[in-house]
């Protein structure tokens, strides 16, 4: 009886603990095979930890550094910026009235135009940040550089209406030097506000330039233009798979909503995510972003489907992670092509207008030869009715570009 009683007590226990060592093999395995994943990342050249993303940012001197000049903004942001109307009187429409109100608004800002003029005198742009916050970290300087460098715009449009050619086209440039420090780290956000800066320079050299008919205007848009950094990829998406990795680990702590921003999840939610496997989402996360990073290098055709496939895969390893997966959840894969697309377009569209502005003759009928979208190598369209000069570059399967020198808006 005794020996029966042990046997069933053995038995008790070995099915009570068969589970809690089924889940701890489960868990080793896919501990391993997490880590084998990111050896195999590391060796693809994936930055995996905020250590490594940081060493791939070369670190700037302080005499060559712009970064302090931009954190200064936060506290001289610009006063009465000119609003849309008002910028395009000033453009194509300029009278004494405007120009007036333009300078009042220049003399208002001058801490703020002196801080970009130091700025865009340096070299390199390093901010020291501290990569290991992951999408807790901030970027405040980009919406100040970006708006800022409107001051500059403004500056050099006043400067154009009065025939000061040189004056306007060095705040071209200096716009062109801000964009550049605003892309310096390889992250997606400092790409973006890079080119929307770029496309302002872009836009002010092409519209002083079809408003007052010099050539010269012309000649430094085909520079500027033909200087955008090409297209990095890789650079664009070499943050996000440590980044994701910070994440997840905040979303099993006890202070994950507060650290992502997301809301608190209802008792329903927290039954949900007692059937997910997190150590199983950062394997699946780890092979799918790998397969992301492969696609980048693959041609045009080759790389949207490749590219959409990889991202399907994130998202359903983002599933078992609900707190993330309401940071990414509005990530749509074309977007994120015609993103980084953005600055290869503007080239193209800029180069075309510079084609356009060399004479009163190439503005009716230029040479765009060499000239394709880079989406699907499908040329340039372009037309001029006498007033209004329009390009077209493809963007999409059922996108476009299309900039109206002066705009739809205004009449020159």
């Given amino acids: 009886m005794r020996r029966s009683c042990l046997l069933w007590m053995v038995v008790a226990v070995c099915v009570a603990v068969t589970p809690f060592a089924w889940r701890k093999f489960r868990d080793m395995r896919l501990e391993a095979e997490f880590q084998e994943q990111i ?19 070369k670190p700037a001197s302080r005499e060559e550094n712009a970064a ?30 405007i120009i007036q109100r333009a300078k009042g608004i220049v003399a208002a800002n001058q801490e703020t135009i002196k801080l970009l003029e130091e700025a865009s005198s340096r070299p390199r742009c390093w901010f020291d940040r501290d ?29 154009a209406a009065e025939g000061r050619v040189a004056d306007a086209i060095q705040d071209a440039w200096r716009m ?29 050299l092409a519209r002083w330039g079809f408003q007052s008919g010099n050539p010269r205007y012309a000649e430094e848009l085909e520079r500027m233009a033909k200087s955008l950094p090409p297209v990095d990829r890789k650079a664009e998406q070499s943050a996000e798979l440590f980044a994701y990795l910070i994440a997840f680990e905040m979303e099993r702590s006890s202070k994950g909503p507060r650290l992502l921003g997301v809301d608190e999840p209802d008792f329903l939610e927290k039954l949900k995510a007692l059937r997910l ?45 609900p707190m993330v997966s309401q940071l990414t959840a509005h990530l749509v894969p074309e977007e994120l092509e015609m993103q980084s697309r953005a600055g290869e377009v503007a080239r193209v569209v800029y180069l075309a207008a510079a084609r356009a502005l060399r004479d009163p003759a190439s503005r009716r009928k230029p040479d765009l030869s060499g000239l394709v979208s ?3 190598k499908s040329p340039v369209r372009y037309s001029y009715d006498g007033t209004r000069m329009t390009i077209e570059v493809r963007t999409g399967p059922s996108s476009s570009k299309v900039v109206s020198i002066p705009p739809l808006s205004a009449t020159p």
């Fill in 131 to 159: 990569w290991s916050e992951g999408f807790a970290l901030l970027f405040p300087e980009f919406a100040h550089m970006k708006e800022a460098s409107r001051l500059l715009w403004t500056r050099g449009s006043i400067a």
């Fill in 277 to 321: 496997n997190p150590a199983l989402g950062k394997v699946q996360y780890v092979r799918a972003f790998r397969r992301l990073w492969a696609a980048l290098d693959l041609p045009e055709g080759q790389r949207s489907p490749e590219f959409k496939s990889a991202l399907n895969q994130i998202a359903a390893a983002l599933e078992h992670f």
């Fill in 176 to 204: 062109h030097r801000v964009a550049r420090h605003a892309g310096e780290e390889p992250v997606m956000i400092g790409r973006l506000v890079m080119i929307a800066i770029h496309v302002m320079a872009l836009e002010a």
């Fill in 68 to 97: 302090p000049f931009y954190r200064l903004l936060k506290e001289r942001r610009p006063k009465g910026l000119l609003g849309h109307s008002d910028f395009l009187d000033l453009l194509f429409r300029p009278n004494p009235q």
């Fill in 39 to 57: 050896r195999l990342a590391r060796a693809e050249g994936i930055p995996t930890t905020a250590a490594e993303f940081a060493a791939t940012i």
């Fill in 374 to 376: 880079p989406y699907d």
